[in-house]
């Protein structure tokens, strides 16, 4: 549904998920900002996937490496030589495309056409490396020469043997970042799914060799179970296992989880057996140790690797595609009109709970209100908003998927008798539906919900 994704970009303008990067310039291509309520819901999802990887767990150790590495990283892992896509330049438009993605680029002439069908004429493929270029140092020559790392994976090789030595871990353990990366994507597209800089979480899980087919299917479980629990269910997950002659050429076996995008299915996460490739490379390289000593049995040997690598920025638009929904609802006068409606599971939410006074000229309403938000503050994150009538301030919530609102009416202040004073309306996002909910309670009753 090609027009789904169009109402998403605009909705996420609107509401202040994501903006284009340095708009008031003509925005930079493939670069995204993430506004007040898109910068929580990213942060909800790396916090989530970080207590899941790393505190959840007794075997994975979390680290933060630079994203300036020294060259020799990038000439050990092959990234300098093979991190490339293949690209042709159409002589016509002096553009240039991805030479396998030619039917789904823009040729940029109107009617709008694909390189492949315009007639423009077309060079043969060359590869073009992904990795931007950088210079360390007031002096720009070829010593100087490094790159913005296009993964966090290498940090987690290069530092393999001070993270196990102070974790004192034992195989199978793993390192988990989060972090930014970097690739000169040939077409940035489909809105925040292919950037030029965006944020990755990644484990490498360190095993023996004979583990490691096992593991990969251990972790192709563990990570449907993750996305189930924010929110994207196995149904809209497909799992493709990349053929051999797709698979980067030092992974045994890669499966990829894929979502269905508006724009398509799409990859979402790698999970990929990396064999010890790596780590051998850079033992290689470095000349440094890069092996484990197995106390029982004595043996040296340098571990091989488990990866699940997902994008968060992709992460996050798919949280944003698979809960929009639109649905047609009573409006104030008794017609019809169009709920938007962002059905997030509450624990991915931006907001939890919006709180409303019902009148904002009545200071009783709205001091019991501020009373409201000093209570859940400290819980969890929720908006106060007073302006304009309730049916519009729950319908701006809607939007960016708040799954509680609480209302503070006139019972609240007990004008209508002390059984309902210090209660509120708890209305649900979902089913609309509401109920009359003690203040006391509110805090436990939110915090059930959400965790
Ligand atoms: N260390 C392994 C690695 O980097 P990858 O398949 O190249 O593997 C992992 O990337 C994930 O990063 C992808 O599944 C995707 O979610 C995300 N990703 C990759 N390139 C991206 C881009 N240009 N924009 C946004 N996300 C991207």
């Not at 060259?71 to 030589?81: D, I, L, M, P, Q």
């Not at 007639?119 to 010593?143: A, I």
């Not at 797709?246 to 790698?270: H, I, M, N, W």
Request: hydrophobic share 35%.
């Amino acid at each position: 549904n090609p027009a789904k994704i169009d109402k998403i970009v605009s909705l996420c303008k609107r509401r202040g998920f994501i903006f284009q990067s340095s708009e008031i310039y003509g925005g930079l291509n493939g670069c995204w900002d993430y506004g007040p309520v898109g910068v929580e819901l990213k942060r909800n999802l790396k916090n989530y996937w970080w207590r899941c990887m790393t505190q959840l767990r007794d075997d994975v150790v979390g680290l933060e490496s630079s994203i300036l590495m020294n060259r020799a990283v990038w000439k050990a892992s092959g990234h300098e030589t093979t991190f490339s896509d293949p690209m042709v330049d159409c002589k016509t438009s002096k553009r240039r495309f991805r030479a396998d993605q030619l039917d789904y680029s823009e040729c940029g002439q109107k009617p709008s056409k694909t390189p492949s069908t315009c007639g423009g004429e077309l060079t043969q493929p060359r590869n073009f490396n992904l990795m931007f270029k950088t210079y360390v140092g007031p002096v720009e020559d070829e010593s100087a020469i490094t790159y913005l790392r296009p993964e966090t994976a290498q940090g987690m090789f290069v530092q393999f043997r001070n993270v196990l030595e102070v974790s004192r871990k034992k195989l199978p353990f793993g390192i988990a970042q989060i972090g930014k990366a970097f690739r000169n994507e040939i077409n940035p597209r489909n809105f925040t799914f292919r950037s030029r800089e965006f944020e990755l979480m990644e484990v490498e899980y360190f095993c023996r060799p004979e583990q490691g087919f096992e593991l990969l299917e251990y972790w192709l479980e563990e990570r449907l179970k993750f996305y189930d629990s924010i929110g994207i269910n196995r149904k809209q997950i497909h799992v493709r296992e990349i053929p051999e002659k797709d698979r980067a050429f030092y992974s045994k076996k890669t499966y990829d989880l894929e979502f269905e995008f508006p724009f398509g299915v799409q990859e979402l996460e790698g999970i990929a057996y990396r064999t010890d490739y790596d780590l051998i490379q850079h033992q290689k390289v470095s000349g440094k140790p890069l092996d484990y000593f197995d106390e029982e049995t004595k043996q040296k040997f340098v571990p091989h690797v488990v990866e699940p690598a997902a994008g968060v920025d992709r992460t996050t638009l798919a949280l944003i595609c698979a809960a929009y929904d639109e649905e047609a609802v009573t409006d104030e006068k008794g017609g019809t009109e169009t709920r938007i409606v962002l059905r997030f599971h509450p624990r991915m939410a931006p907001v939890k709970c919006g709180v409303f006074p019902l009148l904002k000229n009545k200071p009783e309403l709205v001091g019991k209100a501020r009373e409201v938000c000093d209570l859940l503050r400290p819980h969890l994150a929720i908006f106060y908003d007073e302006a304009g009538a309730i049916g519009r301030r729950y319908r701006r919530q809607d939007e960016i998927g708040t799954p509680f609102g609480v209302t503070i009416d006139f019972d609240t202040l007990g004008e209508k008798g002390p059984d309902l004073k210090e209660t509120v309306t708890l209305r649900d996002r979902d089913s609309m539906k509401q109920e009359r909910v003690k203040i006391q309670d509110l805090p436990a009753r939110l915090l059930a919900a959400i965790r």
